[in-house]
């Protein structure tokens, strides 16, 4: 197969869209990094419009070098409810229970994007939800995984209520030299 016929990852932009208040609230100018990185900051308003895995992550990882914010992901995660993954979690809702919307959820991802999965391991005494990336050649994984593993945790807490917190948190990335955005957040034990 050629490089024209190779398929690009792609996903929805909801869960970006607060990308530019997060850089803005770290104070820079997300008009200036965005174009750097060849994006309009205008695309961000529209949470349907597509982008390519490769070029979105290379502009995360802009953001996280010219702000410093070693959370970003999780900072921007953080805003990214449920709706923001579009009809596979309209789909998940319609379950009848929390499992079986997990699994409703990570049956439907590929409607939201292709470059990851979501899967609900289950077992007698314990529940995990796992988001694994599928695209080489990202940049800014750390901050990728961050931003998943929030949503994960809103979305839970949709279903949940809002008191729901994790037991535990396995984070795809080495220990920051603050951990405590993430242990304010997630309130669970953390594993880095």
Same mark, same amino acid.
């Given at each position: ?13 909801? !869960? %970006?869209?607060?990308? !530019? ?6 104070? &820079?100018? *997300?008009?200036? #990094? ?12 529209? !949470? ?6 490769? *070029? /979105?992550?290379?502009? %995360? ?17 953080? &805003?990214?409810?449920?709706?923001? %993954? ?31 999965? #979501? ?12 988001? /694994?990336?599928?695209? !080489? ?56």
């Amino acid at each position: 197969m050629g490089n024209s016929d190779r398929h690009e990852a792609t996903f929805r932009l909801g !869960p %970006l869209v607060h990308l !530019p208040a997060v850089v803005r609230s770290l104070g &820079h100018d *997300p008009r200036r #990094l965005f174009a750097q990185a060849g994006f309009d900051v205008q695309e961000f308003r529209d !949470p349907d419009h597509r982008v390519r895995y490769v *070029p /979105a992550s290379r502009l %995360l990882q802009r953001c996280v070098a010219a702000t410093g914010c070693a959370h970003l992901g999780l900072r921007v995660g953080q &805003h990214a409810g449920p709706s923001y %993954l579009g009809l596979a979690c309209f789909l998940a809702w319609c379950s009848s229970t929390v499992g079986r919307a997990l699994e409703v959820l990570g049956e439907n991802l590929d409607l939201h994007e292709d470059g990851s999965q #979501l899967m609900l391991d289950q077992g007698r005494r314990y529940a995990a939800l796992v988001f /694994a990336l599928q695209v !080489p050649g990202l940049s800014a994984v750390p901050a990728i995984y961050d931003l998943a593993l929030a949503m994960c945790c809103q979305i839970m807490r949709t279903l949940c209520g809002a008191d729901w917190n994790p037991s535990t948190v396995h984070l795809e990335r080495s220990e920051p030299a603050d951990r405590s955005p993430y242990q304010d957040y997630f309130q669970a034990t953390l594993y880095f």
